[in-house]
């Protein structure tokens, strides 16, 4: 069974940093593209960064472009998001997604970050 | 960058009614790159319909989905109690890598 499983979100300052983890099982990690999609508090989903499964395509929103940085260990079968800078705007629930070529067909359950002061 | 405008916002209708959920894209996208999710309050979101038109993994029939090149629909045939909740169409592309329509949502009415 595929699992994702998010974790590090919290309650953080404006200006401040926080670094999510996502724990993958189930599935040969190494093959897979992975994303991080997050949702603010009632409001829809937003793509934040894609990483290929070697690392070496890289994108980011323009929302985060410059202030987070994903990364990937394949040999620990974990995906993980810097966020830097943080603003009151990417205040939301984060989500791990494995990517299936066209679809996102496997969603970890979330992580909640609160930017606030 | 394209963009998805769903429509309805919301729509409210009675178990066992048909919901029609549309998906507009400001310009051409390839059928084989939308997609469409469930979300229901404190979950994660569900892939409902891949490809346009093809049912993910246990996906039960009475949820289709169609259109091509701006225009794309997700029909839900006699609503089920469990099927009350929010819809995203999402597109798959270059820059960014996923949009996502604002969402639908179906409340019982």
């Known amino acids: 069974e595929v699992q994702l499983v998010e974790s590090g979100g919290g309650l953080v300052q404006p200006g401040g940093s926080l670094r999510l983890s996502c724990a993958a099982s189930?599935?040969?990690?190494?093959?897979?593209?992975m994303n991080w999609v997050r949702q603010a508090p009632g409001k829809g989903l937003e793509w934040v960064s894609y990483?290929?499964?070697?690392?070496?395509?890289?994108y980011y929103a323009d929302s985060v472009k410059g202030r987070f940085t994903i990364s990937r260990d394949n040999a620990k079968n974990s995906l993980d998001l810097q966020m830097n800078s943080l603003r009151d705007e990417d205040t939301a629930v984060y989500y791990c997604?494995?990517?299936?070529?066209?679809?996102?067909?496997?969603w970890g359950q979330g992580t909640l970050v609160t930017v606030s002061s | 960058e394209i963009v998805l405008t769903q429509s309805p916002g919301t729509l409210s209708l009675s178990p066992g009614e048909r919901a029609t959920l549309s998906c507009r894209a400001s310009?051409?996208?390839?059928?084989?790159?939308l997609a469409w999710y469930q979300q229901k309050p404190g979950q994660a979101p569900r892939l409902l319909i891949y490809?346009?038109?093809s049912r993910a993994t246990g996906i039960p029939d009475r949820f289709s989905g169609s259109g091509s090149g701006t225009d794309f629909t997700l029909t839900i045939s006699r609503l089920e109690p469990e099927d009350f909740a929010v819809y995203y169409c999402?597109?798959?592309?270059?820059?960014?890598?996923?949009?996502f329509g604002q969402g639908t949502k179906v409340e019982i009415k």
């Open positions: 990483i290929s499964s070697s690392s070496s395509g890289i």
């Open positions: 997604a494995r990517e299936d070529i066209t679809r996102i067909e496997h």
């Open positions: 490809g346009a038109s």
């Open positions: 189930g599935f040969m990690f190494s093959s897979y593209s």
């Open positions: 310009q051409s996208v390839s059928s084989s790159y």
């Open positions: 999402q597109q798959y592309g270059s820059s960014p890598r996923w949009t």
